[in-house]
T-cell receptor, first 112, second 114 residues
């Protein structure tokens, strides 16, 4: 049972374009939705996160859009750069719990 | 430097030979977790611990054991490894609290079971 579903599995974008990765969740108790970025040979690292009381959060070129009623959230990377080429994971968790559930991951390639 | 340290980074072993992957964090975090990463399946939680002597199963615990005798260490034990446990493993730690916090990951351990 995949509680967080992520798409697409892979994405190719031209430099300067917009990259969009989508996630959907099932558990309405989730209250924290982070995105992690992973470069080859490295562990994932936190990129940006949002709570369900806001519909959007922006940090530089990275924006999370959150739709609570649809139980969906997405990552937008504006002006995508080759250095953004990495694997991106959405995740979700709730309250004071040790469980952090990840999506399947999206491999992003930004072509120069 | 704040970090999560896993050892070894690479391991090739044979079916049935017990092995332990160590994980240590120096940030005094309460929560620690083990994940396995497989293509198309993302990161799946194996076990997690909310504090010393407190552990619980994640989504794919079969074939694995863990222990949390000290706050900083959270070893992953494969009593009888099988080829389907060939994977990339990550240890992670984060602070407890009502405000959900950032998870810090180790560099990963690539395990091959032949």
């Amino acid at each position: 049972q995949q509680q967080v579903k992520q798409s697409p599995q892979s994405l190719i974008v031209q430099k300067g374009g917009i990259s969009i990765i989508n996630c959907a969740y099932e558990n309405t108790a989730f209250d924290y939705f982070p995105w992690y970025q992973q470069f080859p040979g490295k562990g994932p690292a936190l990129l940006i996160a949002i709570r369900p009381d806001v519909s959007e959060k922006k940090e530089g070129r990275f924006t999370i859009s959150f739709n609570k009623s649809a139980k969906q959230f997405s990552l937008h990377i504006m002006d995508s750069q080759p250095g953004d080429s990495a694997t991106y994971f959405c995740a979700a968790t709730s309250g004071n719990t040790g469980k952090l559930i990840f999506g399947q991951g999206t491999t992003l390639q930004v072509k120069p | 430097e704040a970090q999560v340290t896993q050892n070894p980074r690479y391991l090739i072993t044979v079916t049935g030979k017990k092995l332990t992957v160590t994980c240590s964090q120096n940030m005094n975090h309460e929560y620690m977790s083990w994940y396995r990463q497989d293509p198309g399946l993302g990161l799946r939680q194996i076990y997690y611990s909310m504090n010393v002597e407190v552990t619980d199963k994640g989504d794919v615990p079969e074939g694995y054991k863990v222990s949390r005798k000290e706050k900083r260490n959270f070893p992953l034990i494969l009593e009888s490894p099988s080829p389907n446990q060939t994977s990339l493993y990550f240890c992670a730690s984060r602070n407890a609290g009502t405000a959900n916090t950032e998870a810090f990951f180790g560099q990963g351990t690539r395990l091959t079971v032949v």
